[in-house]
């Protein structure tokens, strides 16, 4: 089983939907990111958490440690959302990556 | 933050060659790491580059294969030698993430004929 595991693998959504990836993690971490893959191959950080909820723009990021389990929201969703989303968790030392959630936004 | 320039950003090369990737960030970081993502799948770290010391591979990667620079506190490559289709990939270049926010270069994506 995957230390980490993201939800959905793949999502459709029409513009202005209110989109949700879902991410758990087997075991206690100090950190978990938020990345976002372009087409290109190039990835840009969202989000680092280790406790509580953090929200820029259009995107809310949550995490319950309790229950090791994150969520990465993104509110009216715009085609240019379109990208993969990637959870990875800072476990032992090491970065540890969900498979990524590739979501398509259509107008 | 950090701004990490990666080059090249795509090519496609012949079989048995070698491939330099180059990665550069805009300010003094301790720890560079080189992943490589293959078609569908998510990142896999190849091995930590320090300034100053070898670097650190993971199991399934070895130096001969994937030797790698630090020359200073800004600048790391990664070579692929002896290059065969199943080397074809995105490798990224990082720094950052333990208690900071995680950096990537905009990766190459290496097409092997």
């Known amino acids: 089983k995957n230390e980490v595991e993201q939800s959905p693998q793949n999502l459709t959504a029409q513009e202005g939907e209110f989109i949700t990836i879902n991410c758990s993690y087997s075991?206690?971490?100090?950190?978990l990111h938020w990345l976002q893959q372009h087409p290109g191959g190039g990835i840009v950080s969202l989000f680092m958490?280790?406790?509580g909820k953090k929200k820029h723009g259009r995107l809310i990021a949550t995490i319950n440690i309790q229950e090791k389990h994150s969520s990465l929201h993104i509110t009216a969703s715009h085609p240019r959302d379109s990208a993969v989303y990637i959870c990875a968790v800072i476990l032992a030392g090491d970065m540890r990556f969900g498979a990524g959630t590739r979501l398509t936004v259509k107008p | 933050s950090a701004v990490i320039s990666q080059k090249p950003s795509r090519d496609i090369c012949q079989r048995g060659t070698s491939l330099t990737i180059q990665c550069q960030v805009d300010?003094?970081?301790?720890?560079m790491f080189w992943y490589r993502q293959q078609p569908g799948q998510s990142l896999t770290l190849i091995a930590t580059?320090?300034?100053?010391?070898?670097?650190?591979?993971e199991s399934g990667f070895v130096i001969d294969k994937f030797p790698i620079s630090r020359p200073n506190l800004t600048f790391s490559t990664l070579t692929v030698s002896n290059m065969s289709p199943e080397d074809s990939s995105i490798y990224l270049c990082s720094a950052g993430g333990w208690n900071t926010e995680a950096f990537f270069g905009q990766g190459t994506r290496l097409t092997v004929v």
């Open positions: 958490l280790s406790s």
């Open positions: 580059a320090n300034q100053g010391s070898e670097a650190t591979y």
């Open positions: 300010s003094q970081v301790t720890m």
């Open positions: 075991v206690g971490i100090s950190a």
